[in-house]
């Protein structure tokens, strides 16, 4: 059993050598562009709410789900550039693709929306794959992903047109927006080259702001390379009272589906109206593993899952 | 019950008064999305299988199987009978559920018998049977052309490979999981 175990974990090497060089070029990357690495708290008081993500307690706090409320406070305090690589925990999250305690790559950029984020990715992304030794393309199983900038744009309207067997609009209308994303459009993204999916419904996006155009569209995207998404990006809402108004609506979408409750980060929602126009996106850095080590387990780029320990 | 959180391969769960075994899940999950859980089911009475799609509020009722020991009588129009020695209650399978099993259908042998609220699903042998040999082309000493085993034939009509000095009369041991022979059997 122990022998087994060592020679698991021997032989996940290649894998976990990718993942430590891939680390070192997203942190070079950062701080060439004058960003500031933060560590915020792993165990926080109260968790953003959000309608379909549970939390992990610990002891009377939750483990995060994300970083968002901390870094968006350094943000209002006047902190412009700041990333963040640290683990997530979100409960009951178990498949090829994901894992309950997660590594995410969290940056924020202040005076600019989600548009310049598109920017950040493709040249993230373009310059971990040159330092792996994959320079302008990479193999996907089997496959062979381009990277040459700018990557395709596709609306969440045109995407549900052109690969799903109804409208974006229907889909809401008769809850089933997450099966036709996830069964129909998420295995065709991103197969040639990268794509990012972008302008979501509005109620799909709780805590982006809405087009200054078009309230019914939250600038929200995400990020998908070979079927595999990978990053979720918003414009981030700046208004506090509409910001309370959606948690409460989440909290509401919790106790209807009898999830656990959470308490309303009200220490984030008193400094929301400080914070400047910005943008900020989360990247999961297991995912990025998982493409360039050519693997669709997540298993496979990580020492260790809750099963092994 | 269970939930969706429970759905795994190899579940037995029962969807509309039929058993399902769950032959392949996964969790999937876009963004910041509900929980989904693909699954694909196969039906254990009729073998249809088809794909769905699970929520996190979704429940589910076990499938609740039984195996009960019952004795093998005869096969009549493609149709295995076993009846249960104590209640004489008899059920019928068919060529599908009986499997490979019907290779060593010998008479009166005891199997387990899987059952879905009375209804017949599967069934499983003892792991070793003991069979006469009908069948075998005799041993030519020192033949090496024949090489290392000969093929016989044995009371059920099965027939499979065994070492060159198994003749016609003798009893052999067989694994029904393999359908390999094991050894020769005295007496």
Not at chain 1, 100 to 107: D, K, M
Not at chain 2, 124 to 139: E, H, M, Q, R
């Amino acid at each position: 059993m122990i022998e087994a175990d060592s020679w698991r974990l021997a032989a996940r090497a290649d894998a976990l050598w990718l993942r430590a060089r891939m680390i070192r070029e997203i942190r070079r990357f950062f701080f060439e562009m004058g960003f500031l690495e933060v560590e915020t708290p792993v165990r926080i008081p109260a968790p953003a709410p959000e309608s379909h993500i549970d939390t992990i307690a610990s002891a009377e706090w939750f483990l995060q789900t994300s970083p968002e409320l901390c870094m968006k406070r350094l943000l209002a305090a006047g902190y412009p550039r700041i990333f963040q690589i640290c683990k997530c925990f979100r409960a009951g999250e178990r498949g090829d693709r994901h894992l309950p305690e997660f590594t995410i790559l969290e940056w924020y950029r202040g005076g600019t929306d989600y548009r310049t984020l598109m920017g950040d990715c493709e040249v993230l992304i373009k310059g971990v794959a040159r330092e792996l030794g994959f320079d302008g393309a990479f193999p996907r199983q089997g496959r062979r992903i381009r990277l040459e900038v700018p990557w395709e744009r596709i609306t969440v309207r045109d995407a549900f047109l052109r690969f799903a067997s109804m409208t974006d609009a229907e889909a809401l209308r008769r809850d089933c927006f997450d099966e036709i994303l996830a069964c129909e459009i998420e295995p065709r993204l991103g197969m040639e080259a990268p794509v990012f999916l972008y302008e979501y419904p509005a109620e799909l996006g709780a805590l982006a702001r809405v087009k200054e155009t078009d309230p019914g569209i939250a600038e929200r995207f995400e990020l998908y390379i070979a079927g595999l998404e990978l990053a979720n990006a918003f414009s981030e809402l700046t208004d506090a009272e509409e910001q309370r108004r959606r948690f409460e609506k989440a909290l509401e979408d919790r106790r209807r589906d009898h999830r656990p409750a959470y308490p309303m980060p009200e220490r984030f929602l008193s400094t929301l109206s400080q914070m400047p126009p910005s943008a900020g996106i989360a990247l999961g850095v297991d995912r990025l593993a998982m493409l360039f080590a050519d693997t669709c387990r997540i298993e496979d780029v990580v020492a260790f899952t809750p099963e092994s320990l | 019950m269970y939930t969706a959180s429970d759905l795994r391969k190899g579940l037995r769960i029962k969807i509309e008064n039929d058993p399902y075994i769950i032959t392949e899940f996964n969790f999937v999950k876009p963004g910041k999305g509900q929980a989904l859980y693909r699954c694909k089911l196969k039906n254990m009475i009729n073998g249809n299988q088809f794909e769905r799609t699970f929520r996190s509020v979704d429940v589910f009722e076990a499938a609740d199987l039984q195996e009960k020991r019952m004795q093998y009588l005869y096969k009549e129009e493609g149709k295995y009978c076993f009846m249960d020695n104590q209640s004489y209650e008899q059920v019928f399978l068919s060529e599908d559920q009986v499997g490979e099993a019907k290779n060593f259908l010998l008479d009166n042998i005891e199997a387990e018998i899987l059952l879905f609220e009375d209804r017949p699903l599967g069934i499983s042998l003892p792991n070793f049977i003991d069979v006469v040999v009908t069948k075998a082309d005799p041993w030519a000493k020192g033949d090496s052309v024949s090489g290392n085993t000969k093929p016989v034939t044995v009371q059920t009509g099965y027939q499979l490979q065994v070492p060159p000095f198994i003749e016609e009369g003798e009893k052999i041991r067989i694994d029904t999981r393999s359908g390999e022979y094991l050894t020769r059997v005295k007496g």
